[in-house]
């Protein structure tokens, strides 16, 4: 965890924005997904099984006759112990969710949000990571401002430079399939963070209770990027 937070304001009124997935997300095409540890539905679920949770999310989608399932900001869930990703012997549980995910078909493509460049990329293989993973930066308000997109394809990062241009509008990666996605359900991350710390190609998309101010701070809510409703 770095220092305190460069800046944690934002007016998004002031700002040209493209939804994240090209479409505004509204109760027509979206519904909320509940993975908190109050959701009792979910605990019958054996979420260390890629294809029982994907099941899970999925169902829940063609029953809603819904394309997107979204949410996660800040949300305490139980899903990360199905990987040691999420705890080791040097650092607290983490169980608080730092963006929103969008779960949608895996290929579904993904777009940027404002003008920007590529910060970094890399594939954050493991199970539970990341996956393919990218980060935009941007300017926005005179300020540094980075957004991260996980659990991409793996064929996303070909091709793919440091410093390369992407315009608002821009389809520029797709939602990643499992297993080369983290191993998880077909979902794209998208967070927001001021202050990288050093991070190259990653950042943590999940935080520990005890941490979750700093964090709140340095990883606005991504919401009206996305559109949602």
């Not at 019958?44 to 006759?65: C, I, K, M, P």
């Not at 996660?72 to 080791?88: C, D, H, M, N, Q």
């Not at 910060?119 to 930066?137: K, M, V, W």
Request: proline letters at 6%.
């Amino acid at each position: 965890m770095g220092g305190t937070p460069i800046f944690t304001g934002m007016n998004w009124n002031n700002l040209a924005i493209f939804p994240v997935m090209g479409e505004r997300l509204s109760s027509k095409n979206a519904l909320h997904l509940d993975l908190t540890e109050g959701n009792e539905s979910l605990q019958q679920v054996e979420v260390s099984d890629t294809a029982a949770f994907d099941a899970f999310v999925f169902e829940q989608l063609r029953a809603a006759g819904k394309t997107y399932g979204f949410g996660g900001y800040l949300e305490k869930r139980s899903i990360y112990r199905r990987s040691e990703v999420f705890a080791t012997a040097q650092e607290a549980f983490r169980n608080i969710h730092l963006g929103i995910d969008i779960w949608t078909l895996a290929s579904s493509p993904v777009y940027a949000p404002l003008d920007g460049k590529v910060h970094s990329f890399q594939d954050n293989e493991g199970f539970g990571n990341y996956g393919p993973t990218i980060l935009l930066q941007h300017q926005v308000e005179g300020r540094t401002l980075y957004s991260l997109y996980g659990h991409l394809q793996r064929k996303d990062l070909e091709g793919v430079a440091v410093g390369q241009v992407i315009r608002a509008g821009e389809q520029f990666c797709r939602v990643g399939p499992f297993p080369e996605n983290g191993d998880w359900p077909p979902h794209l991350h998208f967070q927001l963070i001021w202050d990288l710390n050093n991070f190259w190609g990653d950042y943590p998309g999940v935080a520990a209770e005890k941490d979750m101010e700093y964090y709140r701070q340095n990883c606005p809510e991504p919401s009206p990027l996305i559109g949602i409703f």
